[in-house]
């Protein structure tokens, strides 16, 4: 099992930026993938970005290629996404998810699709105009 945290959501003006953080326990972090998606009101879970365990993939949604950054610090057992020049369509709740496996662009690819393997809580992000 792995349990994933997800932290650092809140309230932020159209043009500003957050950076959210999962924290992964449970089993070794650096052998998982790790992705973000989110949830709007309404609206279907969609992908946002994934990279893989030795960060050397990441691969984003068109929507927020350039405005977010997707990283991840193996040593403390964390993923984080940097969000920049937020807009109020990026309102939503916003999910950590993890996925283990045996090639890295496999993963990677599968995660985009939204098969992952553990999933976290989420964290709510608003953005006013």
């Known amino acids: 099992q792995v349990q994933l945290v997800e932290s650092g959501g809140g309230l932020v003006q159209a043009g500003g930026s957050l950076r959210l953080s999962c924290a992964a326990s449970?089993?070794?972090?650096?052998?998982?993938?790790m992705g973000w998606f989110r949830q709007a009101p309404g609206k279907e879970r969609e992908f946002v970005a994934t990279i893989s365990w030795s960060g050397a993939i990441t691969y984003y949604a068109d929507s927020v290629q350039g405005r977010f950054t997707i990283s991840r610090d193996n040593a403390k057992n964390t993923v984080y996404l940097q969000m920049n020049s937020l807009q109020p369509v990026d309102t939503a709740v916003y999910y950590c998810?993890?996925?283990?496996?045996?090639?890295?662009?496999?993963?990677?690819?599968?995660?985009?699709?939204?098969?992952?393997?553990?999933w976290g809580q989420g964290t709510q992000v608003t953005v006013s105009s």
């Open positions: 449970g089993r070794t972090f650096s052998r998982y993938a």
């Open positions: 998810a993890a996925s283990g496996g045996f090639s890295e662009p496999i993963v990677v690819s599968t995660m985009s699709r939204g098969k992952c393997d553990y």
